[in-house]
């Protein structure tokens, strides 16, 4: 019995069922929750894996898949492709995930692609992202901006294996495990809605603090910022863990982190017109290296130089940093938001701030496909 009712929920979610599972697949995202150059192991109850073929394979309570030569192996067996779902989530790794789990070979190693609704994927980022402990208009603004961006990403890589990265390289997602009633409450309360700009959905980038001031995204990515995201003043995550930072790092550890031996000394280039420096001036045994702020911080890591908003002095061979901020700085400043909504402000007010000139839409199910 317990194996029926595992086959009929797994036929539902591999959208074998006509009606309700085709209006559902358009609002279907598509996030890479893992990697592996060994072995991914799945878990769940009454887990059942669709081959490429179309043919189910009923799946014991754990299942480790390894890599081959441009295919999976189960118990041997090659598969091209398993899509594996199950009466409740599906753990990866010891992580739960709702929806279905797509393992793919990829290289020499795994891919899996978590595909699942986008409004229960938006549960699982609010407390990836911040916190659900936040005042409810805070989440609020981060249900909608979470939203937007990862409609924006669904339509500019529709024709691709998947829509997003669960990392900060697009937005954290740490799958079902996250979820709690004020996240769900902060998503279903907004259902659908994102950020327009000409009625067009908007890049809705974020970060943690902006230090006072977000900044112009043509300072960061090149080119022409849209209207919306040319940077205001943000006096209101100075309360913030991360409004200011410090750093010691020996110049030894910049030497291996940026390949450049005999590095001596560190100076601030010019700074953009919302203060963040444009450029570092490193001086190596081979004479002067001038490095964009943007490719140093994230070549020596995004989390250990927090911002390119920071002053530096070299004293015995180690450079000590001193900076504000925490993030690229373009669009909503999340402990900013925090702070505006104890202060009372609705989320549709914050997000006007942070994004001006937009307007809040609720979108059509099929919207962004």
Not at 261 to 290: C, F, Q, Y
Request: charged letters at 20%; one cysteine or more.
């Amino acid at each position: 019995m317990h194996k029926l009712v595992s086959l009929i929920i797994a036929v539902m979610a591999f959208g074998l069922v006509t009606v309700p599972a085709m209006a559902l697949e358009r609002d279907l995202i598509r996030v890479a929750v893992g990697r592996s150059t060994g072995s991914v192991t799945l878990q769940g109850d009454g887990m059942l894996a669709l081959r490429e073929s179309g043919t189910a394979l009923v799946l014991p309570p754990s299942a480790t898949i390894v890599p081959g030569h441009g295919h999976l192996l189960l118990d041997g067996a090659p598969y091209r492709r398993l899509r594996v779902t199950a009466a409740g989530p599906v753990r990866l790794n010891g992580t739960s995930y709702r929806g279905v789990l797509e393992v793919l070979p990829q290289g020499n190693g795994i891919l899996v692609v978590d595909e699942l609704p986008l409004e229960e994927y938006l549960v699982g980022v609010i407390n990836s992202e911040i916190s659900s402990t936040w005042p409810m208009e805070a989440i609020k603004a981060q249900a909608v901006i979470a939203r937007t961006y990862a409609v924006a990403k669904r339509q500019e890589r529709r024709n691709a294996l998947y829509h997003l990265e669960s990392t900060v390289m697009d937005q954290a997602y740490d799958g079902s495990d996250q979820e709690d009633s004020r996240a769900a409450r902060a998503v279903h309360e907004t259902v659908g809605q994102v950020l327009t700009y000409h009625g067009a959905v908007i890049q809705a980038y974020y970060h943690a603090s902006c230090g006072g001031k977000t900044e112009d995204a043509a300072n960061v990515w090149g080119g022409v910022s849209p209207p919306y995201l040319k940077g205001v003043d943000c006096q209101y995550c100075a309360k913030s863990p991360a409004s200011r930072w410090e750093l010691s790092m020996p110049l030894s550890k910049l030497e291996t982190a940026l390949r450049l031996p005999g590095i001596t000394d560190i100076r601030e280039g010019p700074r953009n017109n919302r203060g963040r420096l444009k450029t570092v001036i490193l001086t190596t045994a081979r004479g002067a290296v001038t490095m964009l702020a943007t490719r140093f911080r994230m070549t020596v890591g995004s989390t250990v130089i927090r911002s390119t908003n920071f002053t530096v002095r070299v004293i015995g061979g180690v450079a000590l940093f001193s900076g504000l901020g925490y993030g690229h700085g373009v669009g909503l400043c999340q402990w900013g938001a925090k702070q505006r909504a104890l202060a009372g402000f609705s989320y549709s007010e914050i997000l006007s701030y942070y994004y001006p000139g937009t307007e809040l839409r609720t979108l059509p199910a099929d919207a962004g496909r």
